[in-house]
Every structure is written in structure tokens, then in C-alpha cells.
């Protein structure tokens, strides 16, 4: 793919939108420049990353999908300038395995807590808003029990389309590890912008994705602090396995637990009866 090619195209699609007045970074001017004068494109397409901090498991996505800069004055502008990049965002449209609808994130682009997920189901596609099925219904219960409502926590997934099946319906399916390589520069720029205290991985994807363990399970993986962008991150399960284990106190309790210590590390009050959510029972 060309340096100019994401570039032009989404020009293009902001000029049939009626859009006539883009503001360009440098990079992206003098990628136009080269153009006009050379009437050919170069071989790299990066443009400049959100965010470049030392000892990241990932300073940068893979070499042929671009990393992003959001533009605005403000964390709202920024993450609306996001969203409308990911809507034709090449990447993922050119694997030809992810569904046409994006969903991009929810919540305070301020918060000190970040939550992401794996992607999108039938129900978050329908309304265009993560975990807003039955697994939303879950974690809201859980943030509810650690004293937050929803819209002070900020919500995202690795990968911003549901994932296709042949003759879908309300069936879902995990992400690709290539699905979720095209998506992550959008994750990457929504950490530089919401600069969360602390990040909670919910479910072995979504740890996967942003910590490279790959195959790991969640029951090894959750327990202690990990780090993306330097950023501590908690791994616990996805709501959704408490779904499928609803009657399994000892699963709650060990969700839960993860909860508390992303609560004890904010530095949050915790009451007795919280301490003692689904112990002993």
C-alpha cells in the first residue's frame, strides 16, 4: 500500500461528506507535497504515533498499517476525529473478514479507568455502542458494585467491527490476531488521548491483543499488573464468562477480586460489605 493511499482516500471520502476544510499535521502535508511534485508515491505510510513512550510492548503497529495522530482541541474532538478515521479505515476493510459496521467506544474520554474488550457482538453492532448486550448488562452490574456508573469509565474493544461468520445472525466470534493488528493503532491513540491510571483487560482476547500473550489463559494471566504504554493493566474474565458460569460464586468472586485491587491501586474507597462481595457464600 502506498504512503499517500490512506490519506487520499480519506480526503476523498471527507470531500463526498461536503467537507471542505481538513487541518494536516506536517507529515501529512509533506506526504501531499511529494506527491504534487513527484507524481509518484513512496513505499512507507506511517504516519506519526499518538503516543511513543519507553519500555511499550508495542512502540508502533506492524510496518504496513499506519499509526494515527487524532486532531482537536479537547479528549471529545479527538476521540470524534478517531472514530470518523475508523469508519473507512483500509486495514481492517482489506482483510475482507470483519462486518461493515464499526463500533467505536463509550464513556468518559477523561476517566481514570479504561476497559477494553474483544469486539463487537450482534447486539453492540445493532446499537453501535460497546457492551451493551447481555455481557454489558454484566459489567455495568460490576462497575455499579465498585461505586461507578458507566459513563465514568471509558469503554473501548481491540477491534472496532464484529468479526464475520458465513451466514451470521446473532453468532459471534473471536478476533484474528490480524483483525486485531489492524484495529490496534485505534486503541493505541485512544490510550494517548484518555491517558487512563490503569486499564482492565476483560477476557484472554482482549489480554492477548494488547500484551502479546498469546494462548495465554486469563486464570494465569490475572492476579498481578502487566503494562501497555506504560500503563498498568489488570487482566480478569469477560463478562460474558460470567454468563455462562452465573451460578459459580468462586468465578465471581475472582472477577471481583481483580476489581478491588484496580480499586485499592486508584487509590478508592472500599467498605466491608465490598470486601465481602460473593465471599463465603
Not at 508515491?41 to 510492548?57: F, I, T
Not at 482492565?200 to 490475572?222: C, F, I, K, S
Request: with cysteine; aromatic share 6%; hydrophobic share 35%.
Amino acid at each position: 500500500m502506498s504512503r499517500t493511499a490512506p490519506l487520499i482516500k480519506y480526503l476523498t471520502q471527507l470531500e463526498r461528506e461536503g467537507v471542505r476544510h481538513v487541518r494536516l499535521d506536517e507529515n501529512a502535508k509533506e506526504v501531499l507535497r511529494k506527491r504534487l511534485r513527484k507524481r509518484k508515491v513512496p513505499a512507507s505510510n506511517s504516519l506519526p504515533p499518538a503516543s511513543q513512550k519507553s519500555g511499550s510492548r508495542h512502540t508502533a503497529p506492524p510496518a504496513s498499517i499506519p499509526s494515527l495522530e487524532a486532531q482537536g482541541s479537547n479528549p471529545e474532538e479527538q476521540i470524534a476525529f478517531l472514530k470518523a478515521q475508523a469508519e473507512h479505515w483500509e486495514p481492517a476493510r482489506s482483510l475482507g473478514s470483519l462486518r461493515e459496521k464499526m463500533v467505536f467506544s463509550t464513556g468518559n474520554p477523561a476517566a481514570d479507568i479504561m476497559l477494553v474488550g474483544e469486539a463487537p457482538g450482534y447486539e453492540e453492532e445493532r446499537r453501535q455502542e460497546p457492551f451493551v448486550g447481555r455481557a454489558g448488562q454484566k459489567l455495568d452490574q460490576i462497575l455499579s458494585a465498585m461505586g461507578l456508573a458507566r459513563g465514568e469509565v471509558y469503554i473501548s474493544n481491540i477491534c472496532k467491527f464484529r468479526p464475520a461468520l458465513k451466514n451470521q445472525t446473532t453468532n459471534n466470534r473471536k478476533p484474528t490476531p490480524e483483525e486485531m493488528k489492524a484495529c490496534l493503532p485505534f486503541v493505541q491513540a485512544e490510550i494517548g488521548i484518555v491517558q487512563p491510571k490503569c486499564i482492565v483487560a476483560l477476557g484472554g482476547t482482549a489480554a492477548e491483543g494488547l500484551l502479546d500473550y498469546e494462548n495465554q489463559p486469563v486464570g494465569r494471566m490475572r492476579g498481578s499488573w502487566h503494562k501497555f504504554e506504560n500503563i498498568p493493566v489488570r487482566v480478569t474474565y469477560h463478562p460474558s464468562y460470567l454468563l455462562h458460569n452465573d451460578s459459580a460464586v468462586s468465578e465471581k468472586r475472582k472477577v471481583w477480586e481483580d476489581m478491588l485491587s484496580v480499586l485499592e491501586f486508584l487509590g478508592m474507597p472500599i467498605s466491608e460489605k465490598q470486601r465481602g462481595f460473593f465471599s463465603g457464600k
